[in-house]
């Protein structure tokens, strides 16, 4: 078959509810139960032949060990790929996660590989574990949707569900990031994610919507206690105001709905409404 010029693939945010860490030897089968929620605010990725392989994501070179793993997983050919993300990176969107997803879609495009969606999602969930900048995020972008993920594994091997919901309007505002690398190296921290996450994970499952999502993220996120208090205030200012939010993990970060315009005072707000479309090609 003709080799094709380039690819162009998209792949949502995501953001993690509550999450339970998982870490086998076997990266494909590591990873993290939970719950999160994917936004059409993402990343689009361009891939192209080259002479050797670059990412550029907004425009600016970019280390992206994520999406050079998930890369080479797939093919030893040079490519140029080049990124857009629309949220910010460190800051609990899944950015890591979404820039490999649509690379690994977009470079099998380009390349004419003629790999499955499993091979292509297992490369970029691999990427994630064995650089340590996610663990269910891949996941959660191969479906879309409110996607709760029952077993730790890469995309198509674990037991995933989803809750039924409309592209709802989310908004956030973040204050910055939280090394997710230093937080899944903390083995006490470990402990106290995955105590509560499994308490909240169950309490999902009983009522699974997006008002309890909301609910359950919210009291993992006081549990676990990484919530800075610009994070706190800004939770209770949307409560007040009736609506519900909760922290993105792993991120210094707030999304809500229904703010009433209560998050303002904290910074600048952004909307993006929630994508049922998993990851795909454009």
Not at 148 to 166: E, N, Q
């Amino acid at each position: 078959m003709e080799k094709k010029n380039f690819g162009y693939a998209f792949a949502p945010a995501h953001i993690s509810g509550i999450f339970i860490i998982d870490i086998k030897k076997d990266p494909a089968l590591s990873g993290s139960m939970g719950a999160g929620i994917c936004l059409e605010d993402g990343a689009v990725t361009k891939v192209s032949a080259a002479k050797e392989t670059t990412v550029k994501i907004n425009g600016a070179v970019a280390d992206a060990p994520t999406t050079l793993t998930a890369v080479r997983l797939l093919t030893p050919q040079p490519v140029l790929v080049e990124t857009t993300l629309r949220v910010p990176v460190g800051a609990g969107f899944g950015a890591s996660g979404a820039g490999a997803l649509s690379a690994a879609l977009a470079v099998n495009e380009a390349l004419s590989l003629n790999l499955t969606f499993r091979e292509i999602a297992e490369a970029a969930h691999v990427a994630e574990v064995t650089n340590r900048t996610g663990l269910g995020d891949v996941t959660g972008q191969t479906f879309g949707g409110i996607v709760i993920r029952k077993k730790a594994g890469a995309p198509f091997t674990v037991h995933v569900d989803k809750i039924p919901c409309s592209d709802s309007k989310i908004s956030w505002v973040s204050f910055g990031g939280i090394s997710t690398k230093s937080v899944l190296s903390d083995d006490l921290k470990k402990k106290s994610i995955n105590k509560a996450g499994r308490l909240r994970l169950r309490e999902l499952l009983k009522k699974p919507t997006l008002e309890n999502f909301f609910r359950q993220s919210r009291a993992f996120a006081k549990e676990i206690e990484l919530m800075s208090p610009h994070v706190k205030d800004a939770i209770e200012a949307v409560e007040a105001a009736g609506g519900l939010a909760s922290q993105a993990m792993l991120g210094n970060t707030v999304f809500a709905i229904n703010d009433n315009g209560a998050l303002s005072e904290f910074g600048d707000v952004h909307e993006s409404r929630i994508s049922n479309a998993g990851a795909h090609l454009i």
